[in-house]
């Protein structure tokens, strides 16, 4: 019989920031800093976590920093809710989350400019695992073994 190996993964933890401090404990949201880069060029961004997403959103402009160009990008998807009405494509985009190592998210490329980045099931959750600790305004954040 084989021994069992304990794989330790030591996950990197995050606080909760507030959107409208009038709001109160109500406002604060799971935002992850994180580097994204697209050939020689790289972007810092802080993208909110969003277990309810299908999806990763790439905001046009963030896409566009990046070097993406709309007219090459000939892969479209149809978003839903808030984001239906905006033409999306999209793109492969390596990202640095702290200090893991590089892994390559898939984002749907949206035309709008009033959303944050958006890391969703497709598929920043199929490669970290995330904790949420909502009561002490914490998250924690660590790569998908194997």
């Given at each position: 019989m084989m021994p069992r190996v304990k794989i330790v993964r030591n996950p990197e933890r995050y606080p909760f920031f507030s959107s409208d401090r009038a709001l109160g404990e109500a406002s604060f949201r799971p935002y992850l800093p994180l580097n994204l880069f697209y050939e020689q060029n790289s972007v810092p961004v802080s993208a909110l976590l969003?277990?309810?997403a299908s999806v990763n959103?790439?905001?046009y402009?963030?896409?566009a920093e990046l070097g993406y160009e709309w007219e090459r990008q000939t892969t479209a998807l149809s978003l839903t809710g808030n984001l239906a009405r905006y033409e999306a494509r999209v793109v492969l985009v390596r990202a640095i989350v702290g200090q893991?190592?590089?892994?390559q998210l898939v984002f749907a490329w949206t035309r709008a400019t009033n959303v944050p980045p958006i890391l969703g099931q497709v598929n920043f959750f199929m490669e970290f695992d995330v904790c949420f600790y909502r009561s002490q305004l914490m998250f924690e954040v660590c790569p998908k073994l194997g």
């Open positions: 969003d277990t309810g959103v790439l905001p402009l963030t896409g893991f190592e590089p892994v």
